[in-house]
């Protein structure tokens, strides 16, 4: 069964600096897709990066940045620089190819300091 | 501005009331979701469909009755609802290609639903 774990529920980075959220996914489908949602606190759900798992490069979008390591199953967000604005909950989550079932990890909540 | 757009926004109602949530996506997308966020609970996936059809039912109470009656529009239709049932409902849409798996899904702002 499909399975995304998120270790941290909280974490605290100052602004500026670089912040790595962790993830770290089960499946047996050789097949499958990898993301990351941010939800500030007024609800909305925002899609940030994705990640195949036959990709050979790891993704980046802007400051975000996945470090995918497939034999370890992880797929951790690396938020650089980070902003004020970055303080929100971020989802780690998975879909098999084939499948329109999407797994949601429990999220870590993210503060940025000034 | 997402391109999902969810209505209510918040919604107070009685265990014995009856209401409709709203979806609507303006993205052309062929597959959408209902999921609950209970807090401190990870997203629950509660329905998904696809090209009208429903793919996806996880076990969800029979209080909660889906409706899509085209790719663009989504109901959740509410009756007799219990107090645990209190949570932000949102809706996602996403295109699906042959079963890629590479498409992310948008989500809408959700309905804060709160049953008294």
């Known amino acids: 069964a499909q399975k995304i774990t998120q270790t941290q529920p909280g974490m605290f980075v100052q602004e500026k600096e670089a912040v790595t959220l962790d993830c770290t996914y089960d499946t047996s489908d050789p097949s499958y897709g990898l993301f990351w949602y941010k939800q500030p606190s007024s609800g909305e759900m925002i899609f940030l990066i994705y990640?195949?798992?036959?990709?050979?490069q790891n993704a980046t979008e802007g400051r975000y940045s996945l470090n995918f390591q497939k034999a370890r199953k992880s797929a951790n967000l690396v938020i650089s620089a980070s902003q004020l604005g970055d303080s929100a909950m971020y989802f780690c989550a998975m879909r098999e190819t084939g499948g329109f079932k999407t797994i949601f990890g429990a999220g870590t909540r993210l503060f940025v300091k000034a | 501005e997402t391109g999902v757009t969810q209505t209510p926004r918040h919604l107070v109602m009685g265990m014995t009331n009856k209401k409709s949530l709203k979806c609507e996506q303006h993205l052309g997308h062929n597959a959408m979701y209902w999921y609950k966020q209970s807090a401190k609970k990870p997203l629950e996936l509660m329905f998904v469909?696809?090209?009208?059809?429903?793919?996806e039912n996880n076990s969800v109470p029979s209080r909660f009755s889906p409706e899509c009656p085209n790719s663009s529009h989504l109901f959740l239709h509410l009756h007799t609802l219990q107090p645990e049932d209190s949570a932000l409902y949102l809706c996602?849409?996403?295109?699906?290609?042959?079963?890629?798996?590479?498409?992310?899904?948008?989500f809408g702002d959700g309905t804060r639903l709160s049953i008294l």
């Open positions: 996602a849409s996403s295109q699906v290609y042959g079963g890629d798996s590479n498409q992310p899904q948008h």
């Open positions: 469909y696809n090209f009208k059809e429903q793919t």
């Open positions: 990640q195949g798992s036959y990709d050979q």
